[in-house]
């Protein structure tokens, strides 16, 4: 590795570290917002997530992609899907924060590693490696666990688990990058967040533009417009990372996001956390490390036999027998 790919890589682990950090400070953020209720908070963030995605691709001239999108009716209509799936997203997570499932939220995002593996046999038809079925396995135990533990199912953590596994099913058919993502995804969805902007505002409802003492102000309304910024910086800081360290290294700093969240919720804003929420949660930290290990592994045994696939390659055809000579 030259000094400068080792720069370039530094600098994609900062990167990297940025966006999953951000993302695991989120809970910080969105109590900020109250007593705003959690369907403005998200409307407001889906208008102000495209004002400043659209900024961003106009500064950096990145508007090239749209034209041949548009040529696509497929491609739009999943993407036009994933902008649903991600609202959901985000509206149940907003909710979940700030109703103080913080530490739910944050299993959700633990959980979702292993729902993308089920995800991948039952609709890729994938096979899984023996690793691969224990870390489900044992997921599935812990979800058990964390139902006894709860007294209900955690429904917060599922609905968050399976819907951004299904996003990013879909982000895999779509191939676009974050930030472009962003912007198509934003702008499927603002049609239908203006409207309920301006309906909620029409009936005195709305929160952005209103001063009430004691509830909003326009402190308010800007913490409103930089939701917006607050969502697309960390994707600006994943598509930079992405192109600088490899998928296994983004894969272990994906875990950042719910550890920061977890100890949120835990230390900042005093979640119980009874001895079977405890089990549950360290029979899927326990699930996490057994597919880690796996990917490491996995990783080590594809560079050991990487020289020899391309020795093989590059080795010259035998040559051919002459005519008479050839098997029958």
């Known amino acids: 590795m030259t000094d400068e790919s080792r720069q370039e890589t530094g600098r994609g682990l900062w990167y ?37 995605v659209a900024l961003m691709i106009l500064v950096q001239r990145r508007w090239a992609w749209i034209r041949p999108l548009l040529a696509q009716p497929r491609r739009l209509a999943l993407s036009a899907l994933a902008a649903a799936v991600i609202t959901v997203n985000w509206g149940v997570y907003i909710w979940g924060v700030n109703s103080g499932h913080v530490v739910e939220t944050s299993l959700g995002y633990f959980i979702n590693p292993l729902v993308t593996i089920a995800f991948g046999v ?30 209900r199912l955690p429904w917060i953590a599922l609905t968050l688990a399976l819907s951004f596994a299904t996003y990013g099913l879909l982000k895999k058919k779509i191939a676009l990058g974050g930030l472009e993502s962003l912007a198509v995804e934003s702008a499927a969805m603002f049609p239908f967040a203006a409207a309920f902007l301006v309906w909620t505002a029409a009936h005195g409802e709305g929160s952005f533009g209103r001063v009430v003492p004691g509830e909003y102000g326009w402190g308010h309304s800007g913490l409103l417009m930089l939701s917006g910024v607050v969502t697309a910086i960390p994707l ?27 100890l949120i919720g835990v230390a900042v804003f005093h979640e119980s956390m009874p ?11 326990a699930a996490l490390v057994i597919l880690t290990v796996d990917a490491f592994r996995r990783v080590r045994a594809d560079r050991a036999h990487a020289p020899a696939r391309t020795a093989a390659a590059a080795a010259p055809a035998p040559a051919e027998a002459p005519a008479d000579r050839q098997p029958a």
């Open 16 to 52: 990297g570290f940025a966006a999953y950090g951000m993302w695991g400070l989120f809970p910080l953020f969105w109590p900020l917002l109250e007593p705003a209720a959690a369907a403005d908070i998200l409307a407001n963030r889906m208008v102000w997530s495209l004002v400043a």
């Open 122 to 151: 039952l609709v890729l038809r994938e096979r899984l490696r023996p690793a691969q079925w224990a870390a489900v396995g044992v997921g599935a135990a812990a979800v058990a666990v964390l139902t006894v533990g709860y007294g």
């Open 236 to 262: 600006m800081c994943f598509g930079a990372a992405a192109v600088r360290v490899p998928l296994t290294t983004l894969g272990l700093l994906q875990y950042l996001a719910p550890v920061f969240q977890f």
């Open 275 to 285: 001895p079977a929420r405890w089990a549950g949660f360290a029979l899927v930290w």
